[in-house]
């Protein structure tokens, strides 16, 4: 905390305490200049022709089997998966009992459903565009960013609410992010929540309130509600603005704390439903993280599988997938299906080198943009086009640039202790920290090196919100010097007025 006009206005990382900047008209130009860029980028993907949206790897299924809408293609079951291109055309149609899972994403793709069979019922179409899932979760984004920068700016903090803009202008709208608004996928709902959490807190801590605690709260509601792998990140970001040991922190901590004790409550219960595809999921990603992630790594496989009390053939099918086998896992490994979570947590963490082997194998495997999947509707397996800018490009397979991505938040959070910025800075530096290295790490224990990129997604956008520190820092800086000269002016005015009197 600043103890004095002269500390607070040298120091170069902001989100700092000190007297309310004045929004100028170079300011408000760089505001909007930013929004505008932001959505500038969402709106050309999502308008783009043919559509431009991450293709169906099986995933969407258990969403839209809720609502019992899916993807209209003659000839093929709508449970099928369609990796090699997205589809824009779905349609209500029955799905399978059993394909219904959880999530808090269906809040977004339920009113779109419905939305659909009320068209129906009016005498509508029976095809329909999945753009209006897009719309409307475009629409909410653009909600939540106006109130956020509305308040920081009746706060006096342009510098916070700047910062706020370029990181949604670089990183939520790059189409590493946007690419899942196409579609029914849960990570949409995950990115939005995350947003909705981390923007709610500034505020809160900004501008306390009950509007800002309760978008804080929900925020990390539907991010903890959105995937069973997202359940305890709101507590861990809550810990990051607990460990910048400030009492304001303290009030938007509780909003995350309990927002994400109750969107992981439903993840939590849906871990406990005996229902076949809760359980095959289960299955699926222990399967898959001992063969690929615990075999290849422990220094003996033969002697792991023994003490995971496993048939000595399980240690042959070591580096595979379970989509990968020849033959069901039941015959090839029998027990592996059945395995708990903890003995095969436990199978990594009993040797050290073993789980430093693993971290240090995940680049290969750490694709912000899966090249598994198809992005452009009707072309299959074309990547994004090259018209679209991407961060990804700089990060996939790229295991230095990853690298330096990992560490980018850890260096600004130290850094904001080292220069002894403000809490805020300190408290939304390590929330970022924290979570970017929960979420790949939570996903690697989850279904290990198997589309981990994908599973560990929020670890990219998390790293590169810790940006948004120095840009308010930097923008606090270039401001200050006009603010002072005003405040200098107006104490000059207070002190000539009884001269002339």
């Known amino acids: 905390m600043a103890t004095g006009l002269t500390s607070h206005y040298t120091r170069p990382l902001s989100f700092s305490e000190g007297r309310p900047l004045r929004i100028t008209s170079s300011v408000r ?4 200049a930013l929004a505008l860029i932001a959505l500038y980028r969402v709106a050309s993907l999502l308008l783009h ?9 099986y995933d969407q299924i258990r969403y839209t089997g809720c609502y019992d809408v899916g993807p209209i293609r003659p000839g093929v079951p709508a449970w099928h998966s369609n990796p ?18 959880w999530s808090t994403d269906l809040l977004f793709g339920a009113p779109v459903a419905m939305a659909w069979r009320i068209a129906e019922w009016a005498g509508g179409p029976a095809e329909h565009s999945v753009r209006t899932l897009g719309a409307l979760r475009l629409a909410a984004w653009l909600l939540v960013a106006v109130w956020v920068t509305a308040s920081l700016c009746r706060s006096g903090r342009p510098d916070v609410a700047a910062a706020h803009l370029l990181a949604l202008a670089v990183v939520a709208a790059d189409p590493v992010n946007t690419l899942y608004l196409n579609t029914f996928y ?18 809160c801590i900004v501008r306390p309130g009950r509007v800002a605690f309760a978008a804080a709260a929900t925020g990390a509601a539907l991010l903890a509600g959105s995937k069973f792998q997202h359940a305890i990140l709101p507590l861990l970001l809550a810990l990051g603005l607990i460990l910048a040991h400030d009492r304001r922190m303290r009030r938007a901590a509780v909003a995350l704390l309990l927002g994400g004790l109750a969107g992981g409550a439903v993840q939590l219960y849906q871990g406990t439903r005996a229902i076949p595809l809760a359980e095959a999921i289960a299955a699926t990603n222990r399967v898959n993280f001992v063969l690929t992630t615990v075999l290849p790594n422990v220094a003996d496989a033969g002697a792991t599988v023994a003490r995971l009390g496993l048939p000595p053939a399980c240690a042959e099918l070591s580096g595979k997938s379970i989509y990968q086998l020849q033959e069901p896992v039941e015959t090839l490994c029998p027990g592996l299906r059945e395995l708990g979570a903890l003995p095969a947590w436990g199978a990594l963490l009993a040797e050290p080198r073993a789980w430093f082997r693993a971290m240090q194998r995940m680049p290969p495997y750490m694709l912000w943009i899966p090249d598994y999947l198809g992005i452009v509707e009707g072309v299959d397996g074309k990547p994004l086009p090259a018209g679209q800018f991407t961060l990804s490009r700089w990060i996939d397979h ?4 990853l690298l330096a991505l990992f560490g980018l938040p850890w260096l600004v959070w130290a850094a904001t202790w080292i220069l002894r910025a403000g809490p805020l800075a300190r408290g939304f530096a390590g929330a970022c920290a924290i ?20 599973h560990a997604h929020l670890t990219f956008s998390l ?29 000059l005015a207070d002190r000539a007025a009884p001269l002339k009197k």
């Open 49 to 57: 022709d043919p559509m431009l949206a991450l293709a169906n790897n």
């Open 463 to 491: 790293a590169l919100a810790s940006l948004a520190v120095p840009a308010a820092g930097l923008v606090r800086q270039l401001a200050q010097p006009r603010a002072i000269a005003h405040r200098d002016a107006g104490e």
């Open 435 to 454: 979570g970017s290295v929960a979420a790949a790490g939570i996903a690697l224990f989850g279904d290990g090196y198997v589309e981990l990129g994908k």
């Open 84 to 101: 090699h291109a997205p589809l824009s055309l779905y349609g209500t149609q029955p799905i399978p009992e059993g394909n219904c899972y």
């Open 29 to 32: 130009v760089v505001l909007i």
């Open 186 to 203: 849960a990570e949409a709902g995950a990115l939005f929540g995350l947003y909705l959490a981390l923007a709610g807190a500034v505020v």
């Open 398 to 401: 790229r295991p230095l640039g």
